[in-house]
């Protein structure tokens, strides 16, 4: 893998998460807490996955997510007006 950057983000996977899902990702993460949210993310992308494709779809080949920078994602969307991040003194 390269360590260059795609599009601003960490890797071409990380970009595609959030090309694709961001809108959704951003209006179903609400009152969530930083460390939460990037496993929420995972767990959100994994299940799309799941409902979408079939166990043996070539699809499944075209994106490798155990690339994919969910923490980079979690920090993207902490800076989105429509989610409300919870910190320790709330």
């Known amino acids: 893998m390269s360590n260059e950057k795609y599009n601003g983000w960490t890797n071409r996977e990380t ?10 990702i ?4 609400e ?7 990037a496993d929420c993310i995972e767990d959100f992308v994994w299940e799309r ?5 079939t166990t043996n779809s ?3 080949d075209f994106i ?3 690339v994919v920078d969910w923490r980079e994602l979690a920090e993207h969307y902490i800076s989105s007006p429509e989610v409300v991040i919870l910190t320790d003194n709330q």
Do not use: P
């Open 15 to 24: 970009w595609l998460v959030n090309l694709h899902w961001g809108d959704t």
């Open 31 to 37: 009152e969530i807490d930083l460390l939460t949210l």
């Open 49 to 53: 996955l799941d409902e979408e494709l």
């Open 26 to 29: 951003a209006e179903v993460f």
């Open 64 to 66: 490798d997510l155990a």
């Open 58 to 60: 070539i699809f499944r």
